[in-house]
Every structure is written in structure tokens, then in C-alpha cells.
């Protein structure tokens, strides 16, 4: 007798952390919980290969995994974006003591 189908919680949460991952991720905060969601999706992942298809939302996983990786774009692209922006600003800066006209 096989057992019931059953969702993995698991994959509900490895949802909802890609989707918090990807609504944070341009202001950087986002890459913890994306991190977070990629952990939990291998994990989820391996196990509904082991229940041998009793465990069920690996579209959920799917979506999850694709949504914390968005969220790790956005931080990184937020992140070189920001350091051009510092660079560029530090390039326009005078550099050096600033004498007054006549000082010899």
C-alpha cells in the first residue's frame, strides 16, 4: 500500500524567502534571505527525490530558487552600481592641498 502524496512544507518557505530575496535584494538586504532560500532548496529538492514522489511542490522550489536568484543579481548589480558611482565620485575631486592664486 502507497502512501499519500503529501506538500512539503519545505517548499513554501523556500518560496516565500526567494520572494522576499528578490523584493530586498536592490537594496542589498536581500541576499541573506536568497541565500537562505538556495540552502533550503537543495535540501527540499534532495528530499523529494528520496519520497520518491510522494512529496509534492517542486514547482514551488522551482519558482523559489529562480526568485533568489534574481534577488542576488539585483544586490550585485545594486553593489557595482554603487561602486561606480563612489569611483566616479572620487575621480572628480581635486586631489592634493589647494594653494590660493599668488602663493608661491
Not at 16 to 24: D, E, P, R, S
Not at 27 to 47: D, E, K, M, N, S
Request: cysteine-free.
Amino acid at each position: 500500500m502507497d502512501p499519500d502524496p503529501v506538500p512539503s512544507t519545505k517548499a513554501r518557505a523556500v518560496f516565500a524567502l526567494g520572494l522576499v530575496g528578490l523584493l530586498t535584494g536592490a537594496f542589498v538586504g536581500g541576499v541573506i534571505p536568497a541565500t537562505v532560500a538556495l540552502l533550503l532548496a537543495r535540501q527540499t529538492a534532495r528530499q523529494q527525490y528520496e519520497a520518491r514522489g510522494y512529496l509534492t511542490g517542486s514547482a514551488w522550489v522551482r519558482r523559489g530558487r529562480r526568485l533568489a536568484w534574481a534577488g542576488l543579481v539585483l544586490a550585485l548589480t545594486t553593489l557595482v552600481i554603487a561602486s561606480i558611482a563612489g569611483l566616479l565620485h572620487l575621480a572628480s575631486t581635486p586631489s592634493g592641498t589647494d594653494f590660493a592664486p599668488g602663493t608661491d
